[in-house]
């Protein structure tokens, strides 16, 4: 069974860069039928797509973010990561590693991580 | 991109069905069989209820149906439960190449 987790500060500074990392646990993410994604959530609104990579390194992201958004994978250790760059306030949210099953749909999510960006 | 628009929230009582609507556009709901529906419950992930429109993955109980009309997709909850309090979300691919998901609804089951 597959398990995603993430690991990253809790806390970010404005105008700094948010970095997570996700650890995947019971498969590999060199299997070729996946992507692996982050995902965001704000309190209080709906999920927010960030962007997606696969094993070979190929990602893209949600166009409003693109310029922000650095996504990449480590097969060796089996993680994936995600930086944001020039956060602000409106970056604070749980965020989320999921499994994508390019191009519908998200089934196995991480527990996610709560960053707040204030100084 | 705004996201889709959802029901802020819906109520039933034990046992009976309640159908949640997803409206979109031409550009996302109505132009690709990707439509996907998910459950959150306080504190914790999303989990995935719905894909494709109409597909329930292995273990999802089959109270659980999708839907779509046009624009606009639908959850349907049949026989309701206690622990079917949560909230729901919508999401689908976009002609941008992209994902965008419903500002969620909240389900009171009373």
């Known amino acids: 069974q597959l398990q995603l987790q993430e690991s990253g500060p809790g806390l970010v500074k404005p105008s700094e860069t948010l970095s997570l990392t996700c650890t995947a646990s019971?498969?590999?993410?060199?299997?070729?039928?996946?992507?692996w994604a982050w995902i965001r959530q704000s309190p209080g609104k709906g999920p927010e797509w960030i962007g997606s990579?696969?094993?070979?390194?190929?990602?893209y992201s949600k166009p409003s973010l693109k310029s922000r958004v650095t996504i990449s994978v480590d097969t060796s250790k089996n993680q994936f990561s995600l930086k944001l760059s020039s956060v602000t306030a409106a970056d604070t949210a749980i965020y989320y590693c999921?499994?994508?099953?390019?191009?519908?749909?998200?089934?196995?999510w991480g527990q996610g991580s709560l960053v707040t960006v204030s100084s | 991109q705004s996201a889709l628009t959802q029901p802020a929230s819906v109520s039933g009582s034990p046992g009976q069905s309640i159908t949640i609507s997803c409206t979109g556009t031409s550009s996302d709901i109505g132009g690709y069989n990707y439509v996907s529906w998910y459950q959150q419950h306080p504190g914790k992930a999303p989990k995935l209820l719905i894909y494709?429109?109409?597909n329930r993955p292995s273990g999802v109980s089959d109270r659980f149906s999708g839907s779509r009309s046009g624009n606009t997709a639908s959850l349907t909850i049949s026989g309701l439960q206690v622990e079917d309090e949560a909230d729901y979300y919508c999401c689908s691919y976009t002609s941008d190449s992209s994902w965008l998901f419903g500002g969620g609804t909240k389900l009171t089951v009373l």
């Open positions: 019971g498969d590999s993410i060199r299997t070729s039928s996946y992507y």
């Open positions: 999921a499994r994508h099953i390019e191009p519908g749909y998200f089934d196995y």
């Open positions: 990579i696969y094993y070979t390194g190929s990602s």
């Open positions: 494709d429109v109409t």
